[in-house]
T-cell receptor, first 114, second 109 residues
Framework: ETGVTQTPRHLVMGMTNKKSLKCEQH?????MYWYKQSAKKPLELMFVYNFKEQTENNSVPSRFSPECPNSSHLFLHLHTLQPEDSALYLC?????????????FGDGTRLSIL | DAKTTQPPSMDCAEGRAANLPCNHS???????VYWYRQIHSQGPQYIIH???NNETNEMASLIITEDRKSSTLILPHATLRDTAVYYC??????????FGSGTKLNVKP
């Protein structure tokens, strides 16, 4: 039980499809994050939300669109993705965006673009 | 943010202590050292973190040298389930941290 739940666990989609990834945290945290983990590469931070407000967009292409309706839920809307977007997408949360607060991760969504 | 250096892989016998080193020679005074691990097909799992004092919790111990240029994560009695990639991270601004390549720990029976 990680406290951070991501759905779906696996997703296969074509380049013209539109889909959404969902993340929910049950830890009472106020900060949420999206990361991308490609094969044999370090984790890449994509977006940061603190108290529902986006505080970081790490030069992510516009085909990825995040949404944070409340502090417990985070979505990543996907459209017209490219094959190189195939990766593990991880959601994390922390109490707040502060220097000594560990992040807690979900198990990710394995995304494959055909 | 300080760059960290870890060996790419290590072996450990089941039941023995696993000592995973990390070099962070450029760490600044306000950067914490964090350790995470990632088991195949799961998300990273938080293990422990510290600033300058040694830390211990139910999972592991963290030993930080006095000059803070390196640290060691100790798993006191490694089990097969501890086989994972272990990441050492030195961060000041935690909303933007770099995982690096980590150490692949192989616990063998």
């Amino acid at each position: 039980e990680t406290g951070v739940t991501q759905t779906p666990r696996h997703l296969v989609m074509g380049m013209t499809n539109k889909k959404s990834l969902k993340c929910e945290q049950h830890l009472g945290h106020n900060a949420m994050y999206w990361y991308k983990q490609s094969a044999k590469k370090p984790l890449e931070l994509m977006f940061v939300y603190n108290f529902k407000e986006q505080t970081e967009n790490n030069s992510v292409p516009s085909r990825f669109s995040p949404e944070c309706p409340n502090s417990s839920h985070l979505f990543l809307h996907l459209h017209t993705l490219q094959p190189e977007d195939s990766a593990l997408y991880l959601c994390a949360s922390s109490q707040e965006v502060e220097i000594n607060q560990p992040q807690h991760f979900g198990d990710g969504t394995r995304l494959s673009i055909l | 943010d300080a760059k960290t250096t870890q060996p790419p892989s290590m072996d450990c016998a089941e039941g023995r202590a696993a000592n995973l080193p990390c070099n962070h020679s450029t760490i600044s005074g306000n950067e914490y050292v964090y350790w995470y691990r990632q088991i195949h097909s799961q998300g990273p799992q938080y293990i422990i973190h510290g600033l300058k004092n040694n830390e211990t919790n139910e999972m592991a111990s963290l030993i930080i040298t006095e000059d803070r240029k390196s640290s060691t994560l100790i798993l006191p009695h490694a089990t097969l389930r501890d086989t994972a990639v272990y990441y050492c991270i030195a961060r000041y601004n935690f909303n933007k941290f770099y995982f690096g390549s980590g150490t692949k720990l192989n616990v063998k029976p």
